[in-house]
């Protein structure tokens, strides 16, 4: 039996979110295979064999993956999720990061299948024993699967990064070919920037609506720059207008769990806390001092955030 | 064409939940309950399609116990123009749902399928992409804008980073996302006409569908708390403690 371990990467480079599920795999002791599926994707096949740990990767190359539509990509990993024909190989595990990515493709694997998915992993009890946040991470469900071949997504805030250097995989071609036509690929509008991306950013500052609107966000901003830090949003503010939905951190957004995280004008509602109270270190500024942002806080300040960043970015 | 949404009732989303003291589930007893917030997003995309003129008809359908029917005259209040009910037990499993969902899509027919993309309780972010794969039909998953143009609906999704548009055929699933749309207000008048809206009532068994469980629920516990910190007077003390106590900067 091995595990496969479905990577992510926009043909070009490996996304680092594939290391977690890599290294959560790795705590079940079995073999592991990375599955790259893409198009002209030869160099994040090259980074995906030299990950510490995996024996080997499994490559289909053919143009119809080239934008990682959910329906043909889907199939290709059930397929050979099912049972790989070369050396007779088993999967007991299908792993991938919960990344948005991953949400959209790997429920539909499962289906496929005919098994559950286990979303969202936290940690690892047996190798059909999992724990996950339910309810905005106000519980944690124990849940064992009764299925022969598991779908895992696991939230890279519990686990490590596996080593990206070091491995010699096999690497090896397969020639699978779903072109279903179900979707078509028509553009993408990526967010442009120079900062660390949040769900790896060592250090974030996140704007609430305390914020009053998006123009105010560059306050925060030349707090970020000083710590070379990511800026999220809560809901609130995304929902006000004020910024992205891709800033958005909480439930149903980006889960973080930087060394600092600095939250401005944010209250605390719990849906914003699940998305941040693993955190090293947290800082709450709000001139609230009844805000609920303050009961998880290591460091609160109570003040207008008006006069605070500016100063915090002076005294940086 | 036809849409059919497809809903879920959960906790209210203003609740904090607690953890039963045997550590067997959480506990729902005299909760208030509520539509999930993403059902009403897509609830309220339906009823526009509906009113723009791009869809004849919408239909709810929800799948638990008896009082899920609530959520089906929420939905049908804010303008839904009928609903079904399977009835059956409230815990099931998202695969098992998209099975259920899938024999009523078969039986009704629709070209567009809406869900929200994640429920608040049991966060697991899979329905419409497993209900997706047992129709064998395409999906735009987390979408915050859809527009039908030449008999195909193209779907603007939320993905990492930014923004991604796809052209689905159709029938095709779509799950919604945050800024879809902001949904009404359902009227007084609104919620007395629901009440007379039909709601057809079936169970697993009438729809022929077998199911088993692929899951279990061992335990259920509460998370570690964060122990509330220090309050500092001033910036200054504050970049003092991150330097100093904290070390993180």
Redesign the interface.
Known sequence: MAILICTEHDNAQLKPETLYAINAAAQLGGELHLLVVGYQCQRVVEQAAQVSGVAKVLVVDINCYQHH???NL?NVIAEIGAGYCKNNTQYSHIFAAA???A??????????L???????ITGIESAN?FQ????????????????GIKVITVRTTAFDAAVEQGGQAMIEMLDIVYDL???????????ISERP?L?GAK?IISGGRGMGNGENFTLLENVADK?DGAIGAS?AA??AGFV???M?IG??G?IVAP??YIAVGISGA??HLAGM?DS????AINKDEEAPI??????????DLFD?LP??AE?? | MKILVAVKRV?D?NL??R?KSDNSD?DLTNVKMALNP?CEIAVEEAVRLKESGVASETIVVTVGSKPCQEQLRTAMALGVDRGIHVETDDKH???NI?KLLAKVVEEEQPQLIILG??S???????????????LG??????A?QIELSND?L?VT?????????????LPAIVTS???LNEPRYASLPNIMKAKRKPIDVTTPEKLGVKLK???????????TE?S?????E???E??N??KNE?K??
Do not use: C, W
């Open positions: 539509l959910a329906e889907s990344s948005s990515h949400k959209n493709i790997m429920p539909r694997v499962a289906a496929l005919d098994v559950a998915q286990i979303s969202d024993t996950r946040p339910i309810y905005a991470g106000n519980a944690i469900a124990t849940v064992k699967s009764l299925d036509k179900l979707s078509e690929f028509i553009g993408e509008d990526l967010t991306e769900t250090v710590l809901r995304v929902d992205a939905n891709d958005q439930q149903t980006k060394d600092l719990i849906q109270k090293k270190i947290i800082v303050f009961s998880v806080a290591d460091y609160g300040l109570v003040g605070v100063e915090l005294a940086l | 906790i989303f904090k939940v953890v959480v993403f499993e998202s695969l998209a993309k994640q608040i309780d049991s966060d697991n972010n899979q329905t419409g992409q497993m209900l997706a794969a047992l039909i395409s999906q735009g998953t987390f915050s195909k193209v999704r939320e993905i990492d980073g930014g923004l991604q548009s796809i052209a689905l055929t996302d945050l800024r469980s692929h899951t279990q629920q061992l335990s259920v516990s509460a998370p964060r509330a910190g220090v309050m500092v001033n910036v200054q504050l970049v403690k991150l904290a993180v900067i």
